[in-house]
């Protein structure tokens, strides 16, 4: 065996003790969900366990990338996916993609059913203006659309939150997520968040730690407040009397970002309580159940 000849057998036989140190043990996850139901609108907590620690690990399902997030190990990760509020029944497979510590990278599939969901209809009466906005107003509501939309397409890759999520009002719910809205007769887009009934003035806290990102007077929301809790979860909470927050502020859960009131588009004093995922809206009740230490059955 000449010199090349001699480096060509240890190339090979190297590459293929990598390839069988590889397949001896290659990286594969045990995965349990927790969710309320597996239907439009809500929050499904993923639980991937692998058989060595990970140097990151990703879902993609319905066209989006979800985050997971390690334990001090790096062998159990966690993850929130959203179900949008649109989304048809069907199988979804979420495809998850890992990366050991050593750099091999390792695909795995987990199916996800979801059912079909009936939301509740429901008829309001409000200011005319509301329904058919001033003409004078169409550019600032479009502006304001503009802002909250950019604010949550935003994904910090950091993850601010954590630990379970606390309803920022005592109140119970007055109007359901989800409800499709025909105000003043004629039909608009579906409830994308929780109404909690509330007096006016009820102080509003923060359901987890966040940087508040957006505190402002909105046309159909009145005194908005968004809270960026990292990793595409947002919460936004809308019709304030006051504000108790400014924009950059970071706060901890349960610390007070403003006050219960009536501005914008309202019947009457409550909390509206939106919460994004990743741009898909779901049930913030259905946040608090996932990340509670509750039975869900
Ligand atoms: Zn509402």
């Given at each position: 065996?000449?010199l090349?000849?001699?480096?060509l057998t240890?190339?090979i036989?190297?590459f293929?003790?990598?390839?069988q140190?590889?397949?001896?043990?290659?990286?594969?996850?045990?995965i349990s969900?927790?969710f309320r139901t597996?239907?439009?609108?809500?929050?499904?907590?993923i639980?991937a366990?692998?058989?060595?620690?990970?140097?990151?690990l990703?879902?993609?399902?319905?066209?989006?990338?979800?985050?997971?997030?390690?334990?001090?190990?790096s062998?159990?990760?966690?993850?929130?996916?959203?179900?949008?509020?649109?989304?048809?029944?069907?199988?979804?497979?979420?495809?998850?993609?890992?990366v050991?510590?050593?750099?091999s990278r390792?695909?795995?599939v987990?199916?996800?059913?979801?059912?079909?969901?009936?939301?509740?209809?429901?008829?309001?009466?409000?200011?005319q203006?509301?329904?058919?906005?001033?003409?004078e107003?169409?550019?600032?509501?479009?502006?304001?659309?503009?802002?909250?939309?950019?604010?949550?397409?935003?994904?910090?890759?950091?993850?601010?939150?954590?630990g379970?999520f606390?309803?920022?009002?005592?109140g119970?719910t007055?109007?359901g997520f989800?409800?499709?809205?025909?105000?003043?007769?004629?039909?608009?887009s579906?409830?994308?968040?929780t109404d909690?009934?509330?007096k006016?003035g009820?102080?509003?806290?923060a359901?987890?730690?966040?940087?508040?990102?957006?505190?402002?007077?909105?046309?159909?929301?009145?005194?908005?407040?968004?809270?960026d809790?990292?990793?595409?979860?947002?919460?936004y909470?809308a019709?304030?009397?006051?504000?108790?927050?400014?924009e950059g502020?970071?706060?901890v859960?349960?610390?007070?970002?403003?006050?219960?009131?009536a501005?914008g588009?309202?019947?009457?004093?409550?909390?509206?309580?939106?919460?994004?995922?990743?741009?898909?809206r779901?049930?913030?009740?259905?946040?608090?159940?996932?990340?509670s230490?509750?039975?869900?059955?």
């Amino acid at each position: 065996m000449n010199l090349p000849e001699l480096a060509l057998t240890l190339l090979i036989s190297f590459f293929s003790a990598g390839i069988q140190g590889a397949e001896s043990d290659p990286a594969r996850l045990e995965i349990s969900q927790r969710f309320r139901t597996l239907q439009p609108g809500e929050v499904v907590l993923i639980s991937a366990t692998s058989n060595q620690p990970l140097k990151s690990l990703e879902g993609k399902i319905f066209q989006k990338t979800f985050y997971f997030y390690p334990d001090s190990n790096s062998t159990l990760w966690s993850g929130l996916i959203g179900i949008d509020l649109n989304i048809p029944a069907d199988l979804y497979r979420l495809n998850l993609q890992g990366v050991t510590l050593t750099g091999s990278r390792f695909d795995q599939v987990h199916d996800l059913r979801v059912s079909d969901k009936e939301f509740p209809t429901r008829h309001v009466t409000v200011e005319q203006k509301y329904v058919d906005p001033p003409p004078e107003e169409l550019k600032r509501i479009g502006q304001e659309s503009k802002r909250v939309k950019e604010l949550f397409s935003t994904t910090s890759p950091a993850r601010i939150w954590e630990g379970p999520f606390l309803l920022p009002v005592p109140g119970t719910t007055t109007s359901g997520f989800g409800r499709r809205s025909i105000i003043n007769g004629k039909a608009r887009s579906p409830h994308s968040g929780t109404d909690l009934r509330a007096k006016e003035g009820t102080p509003v806290k923060a359901p987890n730690a966040g940087l508040v990102v957006l505190v402002s007077n909105l046309y159909f929301s009145g005194n908005t407040v968004i809270v960026d809790h990292g990793q595409g979860l947002y919460s936004y909470f809308a019709h304030l009397s006051r504000f108790a927050t400014e924009e950059g502020e970071r706060v901890v859960a349960g610390q007070i970002v403003g006050h219960v009131g009536a501005t914008g588009r309202v019947t009457g004093p409550h909390l509206h309580w939106t919460v994004r995922l990743n741009q898909s809206r779901v049930d913030p009740l259905s946040l608090i159940a996932v990340l509670s230490g509750q039975d869900l059955d």
